[in-house]
């Protein structure tokens, strides 16, 4: 198995590649110049062969003009035995002008004819020589005439033994040719490709992970310089590695720590929210348990109030007939306005009671608050101050409203607007600082774009900036540890966009701050 | 009446003949510079009026019917064809020069004289002897040169010459009568014969020379330059001056004459470097150029 994956690395290297190029190339190149040499050659001997059949014409032509002339056949017999016994020399033949054969020589072995090279020549008479009448003239015709000719024939078996001879032996130059230069292009090709062969083994050593190891630069070439980069790339790497190992171990102590806060912040907001579905549940419970005896009292209320105003007329014929009396510590005639007030009040709070205690469970149950046209927002704040106020006194911190009476009414929900209201005026009071300071309520219209404005200023520490865009998060808190439950403005955030409203944060950190809700005049559509 | 029509038929048959009068009707086988050499010649030995017919110059020319309207008072022939043409013509003497057919016997006529192209023998018996040799090699046709071998006989006798003969019949066979007179012969004495000596075999003459060492005599400078040792050659303007002489006493003596003439005026020309190649001196001919003797 070791031997045909070295082989087909080897078969995939660079270096074979360049060997095979070459090889084929020579191989292509020799065969090529070899053919033309071959088949010049060839060509050379086929055209000395007739040269040579032509030149034994011309020279037997022109040494047989007076046997032939004479038709003496045994001299010319012996010229052309002389002649035919050149070796290849397959037929020697003699005619006369007149086409008449004098000699004719032919070996016995027949051969065809496409095999045999030709030569035709004509006997012509010395061109010099002239007739007496020529002579005498002093005239000369240069031609000579003809007065016969000669016709030679070679057998061409033994050039085409030399052309085949000629062909092996230039086949069997260029293999050796072919196999010697190709050996020493792999020599070659060893040296030239020993940098490239140290670059891949120096980035299979990287590749593994090991960025340690150094490439060996031999030479200066492109794969040597190629081997320097390669090297200061590993040392790059090292240092990154370390580096990257060094941030992860940061990043992951950290991590363990941000989780371990998170965990615990979790936790947190875990206990809180269990003890709100624990506050939930018992205020569920308490609803019932203060509704029972609140209607009572309501229903005491109420019989009291008929009850004193059956009682006033005799209690004013009494006074008038007997003076002022005192009722409760108090004069009869101051008495009958406060305890009829008392009675309006204990309606009035029972009522009230009944209602909170309706919200409360249905905030406790999820149930959904409808909303209903015709909504004062200064009777929402008004019903919110006083909520705020019995909340707890506080002589340190002044609320102070400023009711603008064109407000016009709106669709909502009077009680979670009034939750909304409640929980800016909370956030108010919790960011005064030492429970010192002025808090103003402002309503207002703006009719350029419909809306009804709520604002809520303060003069507390404001909101550092860094958590401006935190405000709206649930649980997020500045005050968990202080009990907060960090629900309040993403409860009133939620609220005021489901009445199509926004709220609006001003704060300067340290000079206050001023939530403004807006409530569009328009009734927001409500989903089913 | 009879006297009127009798003067205007005598003046109708008169006045052509006499605008068409001439004393020589020149007929020239070709347009060659030999001839017009030889009728230079001829001019400046005889004045006289001529009318130049080349035969070359028509398909067909009847110089017998010429002669007959035209009476000249000579028929001068240039060259074989015109000698042939010029034969049909029976009253009116006919001169011929450079014509090698002139010496046939068949061709003698009465009114037929002339200068042949043969040379008097002696002329050559003076090189043969100079030469220093004495067996001289001749191929001949008996009907051509026989009469000049004959002639030759007493001038070689005389010089100590030895002529060996060879006939020959058609001009294949000169080949092999060269190659018989192999190891026979001192020189060979080529002739102005057209079956002795051809185109094709004039070759066989200069390789015989070269083969045996021996050297060749001829009758024309072109056979120098192929090897001939020395050639008596016919000087043209010459021959026309001996032509114009002969035409000057034949119109005097309007005496008819078949007698054919040697050429009065011949040179020697030799081949240095032949005659030094077979051993010869080179000053053997120093006096060529020089008139040869008739």
């Not at chain 2, 046709?141 to 010089?159: F, I, T």
């Amino acid at each position: 198995m070791q031997l045909p994956a070295s082989l087909s690395g080897f078969l995939a290297s660079f270096r074979f590649r360049l060997l095979a190029i070459f090889t084929v190339v020579t191989a292509l190149a020799t065969s090529f110049f070899v053919s033309l040499y071959v088949i010049s050659e060839i060509r050379s001997q086929r055209s000395q062969a007739a040269a040579s059949l032509q030149m034994l014409a011309v020279n037997l032509a022109e040494r047989i003009p007076l046997p032939l002339f004479a038709e003496n056949r045994r001299a010319l017999s012996q010229l052309a035995q002389d002649t035919a016994e050149i070796s290849g020399l397959y037929s020697v033949t003699i005619t006369t002008r007149n086409e008449k054969t004098l000699v004719s020589l032919r070996r016995p072995n027949s051969v065809p004819q496409a095999d045999l090279l030709t030569a035709t020549v004509p006997v012509i008479s010395h061109p010099m020589v002239t007739s007496p009448e020529e002579a005498l003239t002093g005239k000369r015709d240069s031609a000579g005439i003809k007065i016969g000719q000669v016709r030679l024939e070679m057998d061409t078996l033994q050039l085409k033994e030399n052309s085949r001879r000629l062909i092996m032996t230039a086949a069997l130059i260029s293999f050796v040719y072919w196999i010697v230069v190709s050996v020493l292009c792999y020599l070659a090709l060893r040296k030239v490709t020993r940098s490239f062969n140290a670059l891949m083994q120096g980035l299979r050593t990287m590749r593994t992970g090991n960025f340690e190891a150094r490439i060996e630069v031999e030479n200066a070439d492109e794969p040597g310089r190629a081997a320097c980069a390669v090297n200061e790339l590993g040392a790059s790497l090292l240092e990154r590695e370390a580096e990257n190992r060094r941030l992860n171990e940061e990043l992951v102590r950290a991590m363990r720590l941000e989780v371990q806060e998170e965990k615990k912040q979790l936790m947190a907001k875990l206990i809180e929210t269990n003890r709100m579905t624990s506050l939930g549940l018992l205020a569920s419970s308490m609803a019932h348990e203060i509704n029972n005896p609140n209607a009572s009292i309501r229903l005491a209320g109420q019989y009291l109030a008929r009850a004193w105003k059956d009682a006033l007329p005799l209690l004013v014929e009494t006074a008038g007939e007997e003076g002022d009396f005192v009722l409760g510590g108090l004069p009869f005639s101051t008495a009958r306005n406060n305890i009829q007030e008392c009675c309006a009040t204990i309606d009035r709070n029972t009522e009230r009671i009944a209602q909170v205690v309706q919200d409360l469970r249905s905030y406790s149950l999820g149930e959904r608050n409808l909303l209903h046209p015709g909504v004062n927002i200064n009777q929402v704040v008004k019903a919110a101050l006083t909520i705020v106020r019995s909340h707890g006194k506080r002589t340190d911190i002044t609320i102070g409203a400023d009711m603008n009476d064109d407000v016009p009414l709106i669709t909502g929900s009077q009680h979670q607007l009034e939750q909304v209201v409640v929980n800016l005026l909370m956030n108010a009071l919790q960011a005064m600082p030492d429970g010192k300071g002025m808090i103003a309520v402002r309503t207002s219209h703006n009719r350029d774009n419909n809306e009804v404005l709520v604002e809520v200023c303060d003069e507390g520490e404001g909101i550092p900036v860094e958590l401006r865009e935190r405000l709206l998060e649930p649980f997020f808190s500045t005050r968990i540890e202080k009990g907060g439950s960090g629900l309040g403005l993403f409860v009133a955030n939620f609220i005021i966009t489901a009445h199509n409203g926004r709220l609006e944060f001003d704060s300067v950190h340290g000079n206050g701050t001023t939530v403004t809700i807006h409530l569009p005049t328009k009734p927001p559509v409500q989903t089913p | 009446m009879r006297y009127l029509a009798s003067l205007i038929l005598a003046c109708a048959m008169l006045f052509p003949s006499l605008a068409m009068a001439y004393d020589v009707l020149v007929v020239q086988s070709k347009h060659d510079p030999a001839y017009e050499e030889v009728l230079r010649g001829f001019r400046a030995a005889f004045r006289h009026t001529e009318r130049v017919v080349v035969l070359s110059d028509y398909a067909e020319v009847d110089v017998f019917r010429i002669v007959r309207e035209e009476r000249p008072g000579l028929v001068l022939a240039l060259g074989d064809s015109a000698l042939t043409a010029a034969k049909k013509v029976r009253q009116t003497p006919v001169i011929a020069v450079m014509s090698l057919s002139i010496t046939n016997p068949n061709v003698a006529q009465p009114n037929l004289t002339g200068i042949g192209m043969y040379i008097h023998p002696e002329n050559y018996m003076d090189i043969f002897r100079k030469l220093k040799v004495r067996r001289i090699g001749v191929i001949y046709n008996p009907a051509r040169s026989g009469w000049y071998l004959r002639q030759a006989r007493q001038p070689a006798k005389q010089a100590g010459v030895e002529l060996i003969l060879r006939e020959v019949h058609n001009p294949k066979e000169t080949l092999s009568k060269l190659s018989g007179l192999a190891g026979q012969v001192d020189a060979l004495w080529m002739l102005p014969d057209t079956v002795a000596v051809t185109r094709e075999t004039a070759e066989a003459y200069f390789n015989f020379s070269q083969e045996q060492r021996v050297p060749v005599v001829s009758f024309a400078s072109a056979y120098l330059g192929l090897g001939a040792a020395a050639v008596l050659e016919i000087r043209r303007i010459e021959l026309g001056r001996q032509a114009g002489a002969m035409a000057v006493s034949l119109l005097k003596s309007l005496a008819g004459t078949d007698e054919i003439d040697y050429p009065d005026k011949v040179v020697i020309k030799t081949n240095q470097s032949v005659l030094k190649n077979l051993g010869f001196s080179s000053g053997l001919f120093e006096i060529s150029g020089n008139p040869a003797r008739n």
